[in-house]
């Protein structure tokens, strides 16, 4: 089976400072793997190297068996062109911290945006699967509202469900809830539940453990820019085999 995502020996730099230090990892397809570690240690960078937004400077990265950015022929590797990074892109949802809608756009607008924009979708087709959108993410009701007029989860719900407009076969999350009030986090974690029971492949940076527990198949203990530890969820964090995971899980939990 092709793996969803594949690092083998991933670095990446910034100028001298030297972020990732050699990742390899593997995501099957329909698995929630869930990406812990403290501020700093590269989670962000990781996630933006899979879907292209970084340059890795060594190691190969594949999704969905296609290598990300590059063609090999031979033993040699091409740099893609924009153009075609941008069409394996559109592939990968990616969710962030700060929910980045339009602003002057409403709820089901921002979700018809991407298939309108870039697939040339039409109007009347992008609008009924935005609104079928919304409304798994428990925004029905919600579709003629500005960003302004909805809480953070609600935001957040909807950058969503205008990721899942794109039938992406990946979603990355960089810690989705962390910009959320407290009584809002549960919803947005529902959600992400119920992509997961429908089979998306999801990799998500979290410091939410209950999730992590509960709906990851797979969890990675970043530190400095490398994978200390990983494994099944509920080992990891009720068992943790190296100093600095104990170290950070009792920080944490
Ligand atoms: N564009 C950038 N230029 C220079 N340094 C960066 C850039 N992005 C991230 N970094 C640095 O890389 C390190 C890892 O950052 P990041 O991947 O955001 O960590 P995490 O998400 O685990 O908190 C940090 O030291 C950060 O300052
Ligand atoms: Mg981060």
Redesign the pocket.
Known sequence: MTAMVKAEGVHKS??A?H??KGIDLEVAPREVFCLI????????????CINHL?KINAGRLWVDGELVGYRQKGDKLYELKDSEVALQRRDIGMVFQRFNLFPHMTAVENVMEAPIQVKGEAKAVARERALKLLDRVGLGDKAGNYPSQLSGGQQQRVAIARALAMEPKLMLF??PTSALDPELVGDVLDVMRGLAEDGMTMVV?THEMGFAREVGDNLVF?DG?VVVESGNPRDVLTNPQHDRTKAFLSKVL
Do not use: Q
């Open positions: 910034y100028g400072a972020i990732l570690g403290p501020s700093g240690s590269g989670k962000s960078t990781f996630l933006r970084e960089d810690e940076v970043m820019g």
